[in-house]
């Protein structure tokens, strides 16, 4: 399976813009970078996905390297509902519903 | 939008008892089901992917035998846990993907072995 590199954790202050990188030297070009994050008790939670381009939507910017072999994860002005674990995962087209998780990076956000 | 209903929350069962939970998709139409095992050491095991008019594939580690799994439509799947031990326990979690391209979550079932 291809394989993402992430930090184990990560801290931040309320308010501030976080930057959770990733790195994914072995990416296939058929291979699409997801981002879920997952708090205690609960099931993933679907951030953002992209595959060349640079993505944003409300909850987080994309930003993938040229290359693809690392990608960034930008989450704007955090709040303490953004501490989680985020999953940075690599999904090959037509696999369905199946990804791969790994550790996952924490996020800590203290006020 | 697009949920994923998992029952129930937490279960606890005794060594060597089978437990069944659900997995229910709604606001769209679930075409592949994946189920998930995490453990207590927070790591992720896929368990087996089922996709309509294909069959059920499961990882290895993995059997159809100890955990059973069935997709009859577009909005439910369920799996057994058969002969439930403590190497079992873990939050068990159904992702489910219709015509998006991310896959949608269900919140799991906490299963207990006692």
């Known amino acids: 399976d291809a394989k993402t590199t992430q930090p184990d954790s990560m801290e931040s202050t309320e308010g501030e813009t976080v930057h959770l990188p990733c790195s994914h030297a072995?990416?296939?070009?058929?291979?699409?970078i997801y981002w879920y994050r997952q708090v205690p008790l609960q099931g993933p939670e679907y951030v953002t996905h992209g595959l060349q381009q640079n993505t944003t939507n409300s909850m987080a910017f994309l930003a993938i390297a040229s290359d693809r072999k690392s990608s960034t994860l930008i989450l704007p002005h955090v709040s303490l509902r953004d501490a989680a674990v985020y999953h940075c995962i690599l999904r090959p087209q037509g696999t369905g519903s199946k990804l791969s998780f790994g550790k996952g990076a924490k996020l800590t956000v203290s006020p | 939008g697009a949920l994923v209903y998992q029952y129930p929350r937490r279960t606890i069962c005794k060594s060597g008892t089978s437990m069944r939970m659900e997995c229910q998709a709604v606001g769209f139409q679930a075409t592949s089901v994946a189920w998930y095992r995490q453990s207590p050491q927070k790591t992720f095991e896929l368990i087996a992917l089922s996709t309509v008019n294909s069959a059920i594939k499961y990882e290895q580690n993995f059997t159809q035998e100890k955990f059973p799994i069935s997709h009859p439509n577009l909005s439910f799947s369920s799996m057994t846990v058969l002969n439930a031990y403590l190497e079992d326990r873990g939050l068990y979690l159904c992702g489910a993907r219709g015509g998006h391209t991310e896959v949608f979550f269900g919140k799991g079932t906490r299963l207990t072995v006692v």
């Open positions: 072995t990416i296939s070009g058929n291979e699409y």
